[in-house]
């Protein structure tokens, strides 16, 4: 995706093994940093559209490995987003670019 790019907070603001909500242009997401990576989603859950977490920037299983929604339980890979367990298995989140450079972390226009 190509387009404009969006501080949304700094680097330290991610641990490794922590979430991250933000809002750009109206539209909820949020950023997982799990091994070592950065990786960016909007904040849907594909079985009926509500957000993924019940407390502030808590998207993370228990194992801070995985994704899980708050709401109905499903599991998704903190990587790619697809869906592993639960109402939604086979779905997946909306992928939304993100970036990391000096010293902070940016994310894409809202993916479509």
């Known amino acids: 995706m190509q387009g404009n790019w969006h501080w ?3 680097s330290h603001a991610l ?3 922590a979430s991250r909500a933000f809002e750009v242009q109206g539209v909820a997401g949020f950023a997982v940093r799990v091994h070592g990576r950065l990786h960016a989603y909007r904040n ?4 009926i559209g509500l957000p993924l977490n019940w407390q502030p920037h808590e998207f993370l299983a228990a194992d801070r490995h995985h994704i ?11 990587a790619s987003g697809h869906c592993l367990a639960g109402p939604c298995a086979g779905a997946g989140l909306t992928l939304w ?3 990391e450079q000096s010293g902070g972390i940016e994310v894409s226009d809202p993916p479509a």
């Open 44 to 47: 849907q859950c594909p079985h």
């Open 68 to 78: 899980v929604c708050a709401n109905h339980g499903a599991l998704f890979d903190s």
């Open 8 to 10: 949304v907070f700094d």
């Open 97 to 99: 670019d993100i970036r």
């Open 15 to 17: 641990p490794p093994g």
